[in-house]
């Protein structure tokens, strides 16, 4: 079965600080893979996506992929307390579908 | 205006009561999904839709049926609700518009329910 791993947290950073969240993946032949946010109570809102190996910036987010170790992370720089949230790694199951993670929990503190 | 809405967004029921969920959007995408999640088991893969004539189940499909009444329209049914089914469903939409990657998925706000 395909699997995507995540540590649930909480991770809990300064305001200011970088905070990297990892996601591991089981299913080598992955080609797409997604961060999403998704604030308590609140739906999934899609951060960043990405599909080849290296880093990838936007703003203060960056994704780093190795598919060679099956591991993707999401770096957030200058973290906010409005970052505080639960992330979400999802990687592309085939057939257009889409396996999550159960999500890391991060705690932004001022 | 939001591009995939849910109703109703809060449902309470009683243990074997059929109820509907619906979920619509204006995105035009041709994919729609159903996913619940619960605590710390992440979201997971009720049903999915790729066409009004394409109905496909997820991992845990038991218990739900599904309607795709048209392309803009993807509703889930419990049959006969038990408290198990207590969850927060939310309803998720890809396409192949240009400009997008056709396995980006977005979400509804969510339907909390509560079976008693």
């Known amino acids: 079965q395909k699997e995507v791993e995540q540590n649930s947290g909480p991770l809990s950073v300064p305001e200011g600080a970088i905070a990297s969240l990892n996601c591991t993946y089981s299913?080598?032949?992955?080609?797409?893979f997604f961060w999403y946010r998704q604030y308590s109570g609140k739906s999934p809102e899609l951060i960043m996506s990405i599909y080849s190996n290296g880093d990838k910036e936007d703003g203060r987010f960056t994704a780093q992929l190795n598919k060679a170790s099956q591991y993707v992370s999401l770096l957030i720089r200058d973290s906010q307390p409005s970052d505080s949230a639960t992330y979400l790694c999802?990687?592309?199951?085939?057939?257009?579908?889409?396996?999550f993670g159960a999500g890391t929990r991060l705690a932004v503190h001022p | 205006d939001a591009d995939v809405t849910q109703t109703p967004r809060n449902r309470i029921t009683k243990t074997g009561k059929r109820i509907m969920l619906e979920c619509s959007q204006t995105k035009g995408h041709d994919r729609m999904y159903w996913y619940r999640q619960d605590p710390g088991l992440g979201l997971r893969l009720i049903y999915y839709?790729?066409?009004?004539?394409?109905?496909n189940k997820g991992e845990i499909s038991d218990g739900y049926s599904v309607s795709r009444q048209a392309q803009a329209k993807f509703s889930l049914s419990l049959e006969s609700a038990i408290p198990n089914q207590t969850a927060l469903y939310f309803c998720a939409t890809s396409g192949n518009l240009a400009g997008e990657f056709e396995e980006t998925q977005y979400f509804g706000p969510g339907t909390r329910l509560l079976v008693l």
């Open positions: 299913d080598r032949v992955s080609q797409s």
């Open positions: 999802a990687v592309s199951g085939g057939y257009n579908k889409l396996i």
């Open positions: 839709s790729f066409d009004v004539k394409d109905i």
